[in-house]
Nanobody, 121 residues
Framework: VQLQASGGGLAQAGGSLRLSCAHSWRFFSSSVVGWFRQAPGKEREFVAAIRWGTGITYYADSVRGRFTISKESAKNTVHLQMNNLEPHDAAVYYC???????????????WGQGTQVTVSS
């Protein structure tokens, strides 16, 4: 199983970026794809997740209302639209996949490489 994250870069505070996670896994309806992020010196933290079959979404409180996770089934891709970015959103973002929803790293079996998001104030 391969997960390929892309779309990171530099944005100004208040700006937007869209991350994408392309995967090679044949997801079952109960599969979950999530995004985590890790800033320097901090623990990796949950950002958002989506159930592949139903499209039900979950968000960390810190990003709810600003970030939107969505799936593009035909392309086996999950997107994370990040709007109104704030300096504290700067981190390496990772996509992950698993068979159940959760907010901890151990809930996800497969991980992609990270993509850097930088936010200038």
């Amino acid at each position: 199983v391969q997960l390929q994250a892309s779309g990171g870069g530099l944005a100004q505070a208040g700006g937007s970026l869209r991350l994408s996670c392309a995967h090679s896994w044949r997801f079952f309806s109960s599969s979950v794809v999530g995004w985590f992020r890790q800033a320097p010196g901090k623990e990796r933290e949950f950002v958002a997740a989506i159930r592949w079959g139903t499209g039900i979404t979950y968000y960390a409180d810190s990003v709810r209302g600003r970030f939107t996770i969505s799936k593009e089934s035909a392309k086996n891709t999950v997107h994370l639209q990040m709007n109104n970015l704030e300096p504290h959103d700067a981190a390496v973002y990772y996509c992950a996949a698993g068979s159940q929803y959760g907010t901890t790293q151990s809930d996800y079996r497969y991980w992609g490489q990270g993509t850097q998001v930088t936010v200038s104030s």
